[in-house]
């Protein structure tokens, strides 16, 4: 499983961005997906998570009612938008790709980064204040 994620950048508070995860190697409709960050000086945290059937994503307090994970099954991509962003979400972002087709988990699983077998290269958000 190869993963890409893509979409960082530069932007004041209060903006928008959208990541992306291309993802390869795999059936990716049998695949959790996650958004980890990692802030300079910090340890790498859980943002967001969908399953692999789409039918439940989970949030971390920090991000919920701002950030929505989504995925594109047809185009093997999942998604981050970031609404509202504040200096705070500065990091570094990464998907993570967990195998878990036909099972569904009790929601902290999702977490929990140990479960991800697979990690992307991470893309740069900087929030200006």
């Known amino acids: 499983v190869q993963l890409q994620a893509s979409g960082g950048g530069l932007v004041q508070a209060g903006g928008f961005l959208r990541l992306s995860c291309a993802f390869s190697g795999r059936t990716f409709s049998t695949y959790n997906m996650g958004w980890f960050r990692q802030a300079p000086g910090k340890e790498r945290e859980f943002v967001a998570a969908i399953n692999w059937s789409g039918d439940n994503t989970y949030y971390a307090d920090s991000v919920k009612g701002r950030f929505t994970i989504s995925r594109d099954n047809t185009k093997s991509t999942v998604y981050l938008r970031m609404n509202s962003l504040k200096p705070e979400d500065t990091a570094v972002y990464y998907c993570?790709?967990?195998?878990?087709?036909?099972?569904?988990?009790?929601?902290?699983?999702?977490?929990?980064?140990?479960?991800?077998?697979?990690w992307g290269q991470g893309t740069q958000v900087t929030v200006s204040s």
């Open positions: 993570a790709a967990d195998y878990g087709h036909g099972i569904y988990y009790p929601g902290t699983y999702y977490y929990r980064e140990q479960e991800y077998d697979y």
